[in-house]
């Protein structure tokens, strides 16, 4: 098989027979096959995903979780699934345009040396304080690991299958795709494109959601905020140590009484609340190696259609 097409799907209906005629449209003449992930749907979208199947079990095949485990969760199951010469991610809401998958893939068929090509999102049209938190979030990213990370890098990515052989070895329950990404290294194209605006269905990464999975993608690949932590704590012992011996010297030398309750209030509680917050980095760390040590599967499938292999 020449190409995997891999589409996580939560609730999204009303896209999904769009979605695969524009896959069938624009993929005219090349060998692919569909793997839908249907990541426990509360809609109609497993119906719809069934009938598709129906209508075209030679190409299409069908994942569905026994609950929602996300979509990071969705995608790795997609590409432990595939087994083609090449693998595309693709969201199913038609925001990322189908017709883009022929020309990855020639780029990546012409040039021997690249083994990714990454849709990168031009982020025209979008709000300023959108654009500054994203920048914010690369520029942390990039000093936290030292590694790659391209502002507006889509998930909608080609790439060969030994790149899909390195991102399923990282077994971790926590997955942060984006991170995978960079960490298996590989060369990239990055070409910008502008994503569709949603015309179906509601977008499940609204502000909290995306602020949330932010903070995961330091804490999974960095543990830089751990050294922050210490870096403050120390700083903060040596200012508190020269303010002391400040203190001393002007009681021995000019006999002064050390005024004020309130100053020293003060820095108690900046001082509790800084022990406090660097608990919580400690204890963010602590949770997610729990976590991860209990080596629990990163999904759980109810329903295969087109495999009659035992997958995963
Ligand atoms: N998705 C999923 N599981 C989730 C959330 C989202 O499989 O828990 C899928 C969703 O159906 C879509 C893709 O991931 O195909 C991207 O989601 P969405 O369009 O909501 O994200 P946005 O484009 O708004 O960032
Ligand atoms: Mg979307």
């Known amino acids: 098989m020449k ?10 209906e009303e896209s999904l027979e769009n979605l695969y005629n524009a896959i069938d449209k624009a ?19 497993y119906k719809v995903l069934e009938y598709i199947y129906k209508k075209d079990n030679k190409r299409v095949k069908v994942l569905s979780f026994s609950r929602n485990f996300g979509k990071d969760a969705a995608i790795h199951a997609g590409l432990s699934a595939s087994k083609a010469e090449y693998a595309v991610i693709i969201d ?14 020639s780029f990546l068929e012409e040039n021997k040396d690249y083994d990714v090509v990454c849709m990168t999102n031009n982020y025209k ?77 509601k977008s499940k990464f609204r502000l909290k959601k995306q602020i949330s999975y932010a903070i995961d993608g330091i804490l999974n690949f960095s543990t830089l ?15 508190a140590f020269i303010y002391l011996i ?38 963010e760390y602590v949770s997610r190696t729990y976590i991860e040590i209990k080596n629990r599967p990163i999904y759980i ?9 035992d997958i995963l």
């Open 27 to 45: 993929l005219d003449g090349i060998k692919y096959n569909i793997i839908f992930v249907d990541d426990s749907s509360t809609d109609n979208t």
């Open 125 to 201: 049209g979008e709000g300023l304080f959108q654009k500054l938190a994203k920048g914010i979030f690369y520029n942390i990213m990039r000093k936290a690991t030292k590694r790659e990370y391209v502002k507006g890098a889509s998930d909608f990515r080609l790439m060969r299958h030994d790149v899909v052989k390195a991102l399923t070895s990282m077994t971790e329950s926590n997955r942060f795709t984006k991170g995978l990404f960079s960490y298996v290294g590989f060369k990239t194209k990055y070409v910008p494109y502008k994503p569709n605006k949603r015309t179906a269905g």
């Open 225 to 239: 905020p751990l050294r922050a932590a210490s870096f403050i704590g120390g700083t903060i012992s040596l200012g």
């Open 301 to 309: 499938l109810k329903n295969k259609l087109g495999y009659d292999e």
């Open 246 to 283: 400040v203190l001393v010297a002007k009681t021995l030398i000019q006999g002064k009484d050390i005024p004020g309750y309130a100053s020293l209030m003060s820095v108690l509680l900046i001082l509790g609340g800084l022990i406090l917050f660097v608990l919580g980095i400690i204890g």
């Open 3 to 12: 190409l995997d097409i891999i589409i996580p799907t939560l609730n999204e």
């Open 92 to 105: 199913a809401d038609l925001q990322q345009n189908p017709k883009y998958i022929k020309d990855m893939l």
